[in-house]
Structures are given as C-alpha cells and as structure tokens.
C-alpha cells in the first residue's frame, strides 16, 4: 500500500523549479528541455524558421496543413506578435475540437457500434463525440469537463432545456460503453465493467477491473471500491442500443424539444 500511494497519478500536484534559463527568449518549458539535453550533452538544433513553424503549429493543434495565404501572411508579417496571434487564430478555428477533441475520445473508447457480437449501430452516439469536441472548442474547464461526463444527468437543476441536454448528452461518457455478447441484457456485468474500467483508467490513471474478484496488487483499489462503484452502476439505467435476439432499442433519453 505505501507503494501504491506513490503511483503517478496520486501524487499532489507541485510546481518544480525551474532550471536556468539558456535562452534569451526561451520559457520555462524550454529552460527544462534544455536541461536534459545538456545532460545528455547535446545542443539544441538551430530555431526554426517561419514556414517551418507554421507548419509545425497549424499540424499541431489543427491535424491540417496551413494554407499557403496563411504561410505567406507569417513571413510578410514582421511583428514580434505574429506568432502568438497565429496561435490564438488556430486556438479559435474549430478544427482545434476536433483535432484535440479525438485524442479524448480515444481514451473513452468512443465508437459507433455498441461492440457486441452484430456490433450493432448506436444512432445517438454522434451527440457525445460533438459534445467532446464543442468542449474543447469552448476551452470548458477540466474539472466542469470530467464531472459533466459523469454526472451531468444529475446536475440540470436551475437550467434550461438546451443546458439540461447539454448535460445529459455529456453523459454519452457511460451510455457508449461496450455491450457484449450475443444478448447484452445477459451480459450486463461486463458493460458496467467497461463503464468502471473506463473510468479508472481515464480519470485516475489506475487499473480498476482487477479488483472485480480481488483487492488489486499494486493500484490502491479494493474489491469493496469495486463494487461500490458497481452498486451506482447497477442502480443506472444505461440505454440499450438493441442485440440480436432483441433488436428494438430501448431506454433512450428523451431531450427537449426547444
């Protein structure tokens, strides 16, 4: 157990201090990577030129190429702010959502097909994946970003219609999770697994599933904190994207209208 409070994803978060500055126009992160390469006993490569870094950039937070009228406004712009009005721009496109917004929904496992045996379509799953990327675009909060996909259903009191299925759709977090098998409502043990090993890993950065049949070895998990977290799961009412055996689709989320 002392091991196991040292893991990464439990440590307080602290500010390092920061290694003296090499660079005249350098920041704190590149005082720390010119450290370690020091330590290495490397130099740094020359700086970039403009439409190298352009390129650099817009691939960066974009996932696109930057178009050739904006490669040429950077080079005819000789401020010392052209950079950084370049990164806001980008910041502002909404290709940042959906580039930045993707890395997230790998993580959460996102698709759309429920995964079991005829991996059946889930037609409401987009709602999530935009909900993901609209947040990314509106810079939401990290905090107001994990408890929204959590419990967001729970938390539409005093807003209105459009903001309570804003919530609800945050929600698409559980709701997407794997269904398995050849009839899912036989199988339900292991989509609320998914939901709690999902949840863990993205979250906390711990491996949760283990405790499903012991106190785990190494993460600071129990098989009392597994099935805590299982109890709320088998108490919520997930909607059902339909199986072979029974393909009609069931316990979907009624949003408002308008």
């Not at 987009?126 to 810079?139: G, L, M, P, Q, S």
Request: hydrophobic letters at 40%; one cysteine or more; aromatic letters at 8%.
């Amino acid at each position: 157990r002392a091991e196991a409070s040292q893991l990464w994803s439990l440590r307080p978060v602290v500010r390092p201090v920061v290694p003296a500055m090499t660079r005249p126009s350098g920041n704190a992160i590149d005082a720390f990577l010119d450290a370690r390469i020091a330590s290495a006993g490397l130099t740094p490569a020359p700086g970039a030129d403009r439409r190298t870094l352009i390129r650099r950039l817009t691939f960066d937070l974009t996932g696109l190429p930057p178009t050739f009228e904006a490669v040429a406004e950077l080079e005819s712009d000789g401020s010392p702010a052209a950079f950084e009005k370049l990164v806001d721009r980008l910041l502002a496109s909404p290709r940042y959502g959906e580039r930045w917004g993707r890395r997230w929904l790998d993580l959460v496992r996102y698709a759309d097909t429920a995964g079991e045996n005829s991996d059946r379509p889930l037609p409401h799953a987009w709602k999530y994946r935009n909900w993901v990327i609209d947040a990314f675009n509106a810079d939401l909060p990290y905090d107001a970003f994990v408890r929204l996909q959590i419990a967001g259903d729970l938390m539409t009191d005093g807003r209105t219609p459009d903001e309570a299925d804003d919530r609800i759709v945050a929600t698409g977090f559980l709701a997407i999770a794997r269904r398995f098998g050849h009839d899912i409502d036989k199988d339900v043990h292991l989509t609320r697994e998914d939901v709690i090993d999902t949840t863990g890993k993205t979250f906390l950065g711990l491996t949760i599933a283990c405790a499903r049949c012991h106190d785990h070895k190494f993460d600071p998990i129990t098989a009392e904190d597994y099935y805590a977290l299982y109890g709320i799961l088998a108490g919520t009412r997930l909607p059902f994207p339909g199986c072979e055996p029974t393909p009609a689709p069931r316990d979907l989320v009624l949003l408002a209208t308008g």
